[in-house]
């Protein structure tokens, strides 16, 4: 069992920064995977990036080389650094959590468990 709670978000230009935080309260076991995922008007939900307990990592293709996924263990916390930020985007940012982290890197939505709550970013051109 696990709650997990996002922060972050926000407006801004094309090209610009953002980093969006995830915090994990409850079991450890239950954060073996977890990922971002994000969605926007008009489009199914999609996997951004995910993160596994050994470090390993995953990518969209249309987020590769811009976007990094990075956890503090010790305090739990999931990050998504956003780099050279684009219109397309623009969406409702999720972080999810799994137990299990053998299909991590399918960056499949009906992976994870567990869910927080959505973060608005809007990027302008």
């Known amino acids: 069992q696990v709650q997990l709670v996002g922060s972050g978000g926000g407006s801004v230009q094309a090209g610009g920064p953002l980093r969006l935080s995830c915090t994990a309260f409850?079991?450890?076991?239950?954060?073996?995977?977890m990922g971002w995922f994000r969605q926007a008007p008009g489009k199914e939900r999609e996997g951004v990036a995910t993160?596994?307990?050994?470090?390993?990592?995953a990518y969209a293709d249309s987020v590769k080389g811009r976007f990094t996924i990075s956890k503090d263990n010790a305090k739990n916390v999931l990050y998504l650094q956003m780099n050279s930020l684009k219109p397309e985007d623009t969406a409702t940012y999720y972080c999810?959590?799994?137990?299990?982290?053998?299909?991590?890197?399918?960056?499949?939505?009906?992976?994870?468990?567990?869910w927080g709550q959505g973060i608005l970013v809007t990027v302008s051109s």
């Open positions: 999810a959590a799994s137990p299990n982290y053998g299909g991590c890197w399918t960056l499949r939505a009906n992976q994870f468990e567990y």
């Open positions: 409850g079991s450890s076991y239950s954060t073996n995977c």
């Open positions: 993160f596994e307990e050994d470090g390993s990592t």
